[in-house]
Nanobody
Framework: QVQLVESGGGLVQAGGSLRLSCAAS????????MGWFRQAPGKEREFVAA????????YYADSVKGRFTISRDNAKNTVSLQMNNLKSEDTAVYYC?????????????????WGQGIQVTVSS
């Protein structure tokens, strides 16, 4: 059973930065795609970013493009999300997710494993 654990969330002022990390364990698949999603109060969960197994391919939501960077370290079984120039609208619970398929996909239903989520709050 794959387990995903997020860390690095917290409170930051608008314009600031945070780095989220996700540690994976129990994995048996070797070509999975990793993604980050977020859910703000009263809103549906939305796609943020995804990265292929090799890290060669990444994909971002338009709302975070140019501000967020997804990366992964397969030797350490971790995936990270560097968030810069944060805005109040980035406030949400952020989820790490794993898709046991090498093709990047932005649909949450295509991801089989999810972390418990971590709060990111941006004050204006």
């Amino acid at each position: 059973q794959v387990q995903l654990v997020e860390s690095g969330g917290g409170l930051v002022q608008a314009g600031g930065s945070l780095r989220l990390s996700c540690a994976a364990s129990g994995r048996t698949f070797s070509s999975e795609t990793m993604g980050w999603f977020r859910q703000a109060p009263g809103k549906e969960r939305e796609f943020v970013a995804a990265i292929s197994w090799s890290g060669a391919m990444t994909y971002y939501a338009d709302s975070v493009k140019g501000r967020f960077t997804i990366s992964r370290d397969n030797a350490k079984n971790t995936v990270s999300l560097q968030m810069n120039n944060l805005k109040s609208e980035d406030t949400a619970v952020y989820y790490c997710a794993e898709r046991p398929n090498p093709q990047i996909n932005a649909r949450s239903r295509s991801y089989d494993y999810w972390g418990q989520g971590i709060q990111v709050t941006v004050s204006s």
